[in-house]
């Protein structure tokens, strides 16, 4: 069933969509139900129906057409390169040569969304890279300075390490000597400081 042709000027400024949704919400509300042969016919409870529905429509365009007017001025607001290009492409026009009025362009306006959002991504991304890059380089120095500095200290230590270990074989050698006495008659045992091999 649909609504009566009395009705088509109202219906006209309705996407189909709506049309549908207001034609079964009409027939199947809780307060005072019609049936398809009432909401069909000439009926003022039908007209004012169709009547607030086209108001709530219309308020949503309208809606829709100062928010992105909006969400333009808040993107000339930042500093982009291509502005004029940018702003021509979020203009809402609409020619109305699609079937249901403006309805269809909530695609288009989707599209050129999607297009600002990339282009501000972008920006943002080289913003990121601009402003951080610097910092992150200069903390990469610093680190890179500290891991060399770490290196040549663990060389002098594992340097150090290998001093001492001659210098302690070189003790216990020294040890083992002084605990054997020596005989008078092998002058050969007797080990003089020059003898000794340098640390």
Not at 64 to 69: A, G, N, V
Not at 157 to 186: D, M, R
Request: overall charge positive; aromatic content about 6%.
């Amino acid at each position: 069933m649909k609504f009566n042709k009395a009705y088509s000027g109202l219906i006209n400024k309705l996407p189909p969509s709506l049309i549908n949704e207001a034609w079964k919400r009409l027939i199947s509300r809780k307060k005072s139900p019609m049936n398809a042969e009432e909401a069909s016919a000439v009926n003022p409870l039908v007209e004012s129906f169709l009547r607030h529905e086209v108001n709530r429509y219309q308020k949503k365009l309208k809606y829709q057409r100062k928010s992105l007017p909006l969400f333009k001025n808040s993107l000339n607001d930042t500093d982009m390169p291509d502005r004029e290009t940018q702003t021509q492409d979020t203009d809402l026009i609409c020619d109305q040569t699609h079937k249901c009025p403006c309805f269809a362009c909530e695609g288009e306006i989707n599209c050129r969304v999607k297009k600002e959002l990339d282009s501000l991504s972008l920006q943002l991304l080289e913003f990121n890279e601009k402003t951080f890059d610097p910092f992150i380089q200069e903390i990469t120095k610093q680190l890179e300075e500290r891991v060399n500095a770490n290196n040549k200290l663990r060389s002098e230590i594992n340097q150090q390490k290998l001093k001492l270990q001659k210098t302690e074989k070189l003790l216990a050698g020294l040890k083992s000597q002084s605990i054997y006495p020596i005989s008078e008659g092998n002058p050969n045992q007797d080990v003089h400081l020059k003898d000794r091999p340098p640390l």
